[in-house]
């Protein structure tokens, strides 16, 4: 290589790698281009063994480690030939930095010594150095990136650029995950592999979508068909969500995120799915069908007559794609898949929270004299499995293991009823004998009493409110069965 003064001078590398995947052919493409090698230890050894003459870094540092083996690396000779903004011929210079780090996610669950012992220090000194002089040098992070090097070879300043910040970010990720799961922090914030989706909630917005935790959903989807969109990914969130509560078998149509078709199986899927698409037909076009089960040929031709924007099932088999494929729906695959923690960031402030995946009950607790039958109580736990999805304040109503009426979104818990029984009479269902169930504690009796008008028997809620004595009389007087919960479920 030519310096600033027209000498030519010995290209040299720098590798310390954990991952040794590929790491005999790209030394021995580097060795062709020109680069002398320099190596840790446990680098040196591997390549020596491939038979690729590679150098000790005890040759630069004059000692081969410190901190009982722990770190080779962190010596001022090394850094300052990472680090020298310019390369003179007499003086030695590393050129390009090959590193990836200890496998510390792999170590997540073995125990915290094993954590710790996965805890890198010089790797991550070394990627920020290389990252820090990019104008002069280049990092390599990643295995993955060892053949488009050599394919661009030699890298200009744009594309070392670009090698820095795909470095720093590997920096950011794993201080992030060592935060996370050795210090149990909530900083979690780096998104892998991001990729544009067509737009965001609206056509005007740009929209991305990426991994922030390994494994996540992303890793349980299978796209057979179509490109999922920014708001296919938050009803298939929720559509997943929901029918992993309510079990195997189950069928549920979303839309906007809420469910507006639900129904526990009844023995057989294409009933299964009549039930909860005659939840509300109306609402069901153009939403999310997801699918706890299989669909095969015969679900599929059931299916088929409907317009849905996108259709997901656990597995879609061939007859019954060959058939759905015809649709403009996307088509997914999905096994279930829950985060322990939800991020929101929003105008500059990230919210996190405790993901609600328990149950969503503390205990049933009847505070009436009227007893829920069997089969009610039935209802009562699918209605609650599905009220916690609906976006609050949300009351709906259940029939036979079947969503009858939805009233959600409102800033009314008594409108929030009142457009229930609407949607219930304008699927035409009946409401007699039905499960009332609201996400949060019913402030006056005024509901209650709405419901009991109607015909309905069973209302759930949480409880808490100073006016619960109200609501309970005017259950006992109603004849009706009161259960209260104890564990509100909104979702804003």
Same mark, same amino acid.
């Given at each position: 290589?030519?310096?600033?003064?027209?000498?030519?001078?010995?290209?040299?590398?720098?590798?310390?790698?954990?991952?040794?995947?590929?790491?005999?052919?790209?030394?021995?493409?580097?060795? =062709?281009? !020109?680069?002398?090698?320099?190596?840790?230890?446990?680098?040196?050894?591997?390549?020596?063994?491939?038979?690729?003459?590679?150098?000790?870094?005890?040759?630069?540092?004059?000692?081969? $480690? %410190?901190?009982?083996? /722990?770190?080779?690396?962190?010596? &001022?000779?090394?850094? $300052?030939?990472?680090?020298?903004?310019?390369? +003179?011929?007499?003086?030695?210079?590393?050129?390009?930095?090959?590193?990836?780090?200890?496998?510390?996610?792999?170590?997540?669950? #073995?125990?915290?010594?094993?954590?710790?012992?996965?805890?890198?220090?010089?790797?991550?000194?070394?990627?920020?150095? !290389?990252?820090?002089?990019?104008?002069?040098?280049?990092? @390599?992070?990643?295995?993955?990136?060892?053949?488009?090097?050599?394919?661009?070879?030699?890298?200009?300043?744009? =594309?070392?650029?670009?090698?820095?910040?795909?470095?720093?970010?590997?920096?950011? #990720?794993?201080?992030?995950?060592?935060?996370?799961?050795?210090?149990?922090?909530?900083?979690?914030?780096?998104?892998?592999?991001?990729?544009?989706?067509?737009?965001? &909630?609206?056509?005007? *917005?740009?929209?991305?979508?990426? /991994?922030?935790?390994?494994?996540?959903? @992303?890793?349980?989807?299978?796209?057979? =068909?179509?490109?999922?969109?920014?708001?296919?990914?938050?009803?298939?969130?929720?559509?997943?969500?929901?029918?992993?509560?309510?079990?195997?078998?189950?069928?549920?149509?979303?839309?906007?995120?809420?469910?507006?078709?639900?129904?526990?199986?009844?023995?057989?899927?294409?009933?299964?799915?009549?039930?909860?698409?005659?939840?509300?037909?109306?609402?069901?076009?153009?939403?999310?069908?997801?699918?706890?089960?299989?669909?095969?040929?015969?679900?599929?031709?059931?299916?088929?007559?409907?317009?849905?924007?996108?259709? %997901?099932?656990?597995?879609?088999?061939?007859?019954?794609?060959?058939?759905?494929?015809?649709?403009?729906?996307?088509?997914?695959?999905?096994?279930?898949?829950?985060?322990? +923690?939800?991020?929101? @960031?929003?105008?500059?402030?990230?919210?996190? *929270?405790?993901?609600?995946?328990?149950?969503?009950?503390?205990?049933?607790?009847?505070?009436?004299?009227?007893?829920?039958?069997?089969?009610?109580?039935?209802?009562?736990?699918? !209605?609650?499995?599905?009220?916690?999805?609906?976006?609050?304040?949300?009351?709906?109503?259940? /029939?036979?293991?079947?969503? @009858?009426?939805?009233?959600?979104? *409102?800033?009314?818990?008594?409108?929030?009823?009142?457009?229930?029984?609407?949607?219930?009479?304008?699927?035409?269902?009946?409401?007699?004998?039905?499960?009332?169930? $609201?996400?949060?504690?019913?402030?006056?009796?005024?509901?209650?009493?709405?419901?009991?008008?109607?015909?309905?028997?069973?209302?759930?809620?949480?409880?808490?409110?100073?006016?619960? &004595?109200?609501?309970?009389?005017?259950?006992?007087?109603?004849?009706?069965?009161?259960?209260?919960?104890?564990?509100?479920?909104?979702?804003?």
């Amino acid at each position: 290589m030519h310096d600033n003064f027209g000498e030519v001078r010995t290209l040299k590398a720098l590798l310390s790698v954990s991952d040794k995947r590929d790491l005999d052919r790209f030394a021995a493409s580097l060795t =062709k281009l !020109g680069y002398e090698l320099y190596a840790t230890s446990g680098t040196a050894k591997y390549l020596s063994e491939q038979g690729i003459k590679v150098n000790p870094l005890s040759t630069i540092t004059g000692f081969s $480690s %410190m901190a009982d083996g /722990r770190v080779k690396t962190l010596n &001022e000779k090394i850094f $300052s030939m990472i680090l020298d903004p310019v390369a +003179r011929e007499g003086e030695e210079h590393f050129d390009l930095v090959v590193v990836n780090l200890y496998p510390f996610l792999e170590s997540v669950g #073995k125990g915290e010594n094993e954590m710790i012992e996965n805890f890198d220090v010089g790797g991550v000194a070394l990627l920020r150095a !290389g990252a820090k002089n990019f104008s002069r040098v280049t990092v @390599i992070s990643s295995p993955t990136q060892y053949d488009e090097f050599l394919n661009l070879y030699p890298l200009n300043l744009e =594309k070392r650029k670009a090698y820095a910040r795909i470095a720093l970010k590997e920096v950011i #990720k794993y201080d992030s995950n060592i935060l996370t799961y050795l210090f149990d922090d909530p900083f979690q914030v780096i998104a892998e592999e991001v990729k544009a989706l067509r737009y965001g &909630e609206n056509p005007h *917005q740009s929209a991305y979508v990426g /991994r922030v935790e390994n494994p996540s959903v @992303i890793d349980n989807l299978r796209v057979l =068909k179509g490109e999922l969109s920014y708001n296919n990914y938050l009803d298939l969130l929720a559509g997943s969500r929901m029918v992993n509560g309510l079990g195997n078998g189950c069928v549920v149509i979303v839309k906007h995120a809420n469910p507006c078709g639900a129904s526990a199986f009844v023995g057989e899927m294409t009933r299964t799915f009549k039930m909860a698409f005659s939840s509300d037909p109306k609402s069901a076009y153009g939403g999310v069908l997801c699918i706890n089960a299989s669909i095969d040929e015969k679900l599929a031709k059931e299916i088929e007559p409907h317009f849905f924007d996108l259709i %997901m099932a656990r597995e879609i088999k061939n007859e019954a794609f060959e058939i759905l494929k015809r649709k403009k729906a996307s088509l997914v695959e999905f096994s279930p898949y829950f985060s322990n +923690r939800e991020w929101r @960031i929003l105008d500059g402030i990230a919210l996190i *929270q405790e993901a609600d995946l328990g149950k969503p009950f503390e205990k049933l607790e009847n505070v009436t004299s009227r007893k829920a039958s069997e089969e009610e109580m039935k209802d009562v736990r699918f !209605g609650l499995e599905l009220v916690r999805h609906a976006k609050s304040n949300s009351v709906i109503l259940v /029939r036979n293991g079947m969503l @009858i009426g939805l009233g959600a979104g *409102q800033v009314s818990r008594v409108d929030a009823v009142k457009i229930a029984f609407e949607k219930a009479k304008e699927g035409g269902h009946d409401v007699k004998g039905s499960v009332m169930i $609201s996400d949060g504690f019913f402030p006056f009796a005024d509901s209650v009493k709405y419901g009991i008008e109607k015909g309905v028997k069973v209302f759930v809620e949480p409880g808490g409110s100073k006016r619960d &004595e109200e609501t309970i009389n005017v259950c006992e007087e109603g004849k009706a069965t009161l259960i209260f919960t104890h564990k509100r479920i909104f979702k804003h």
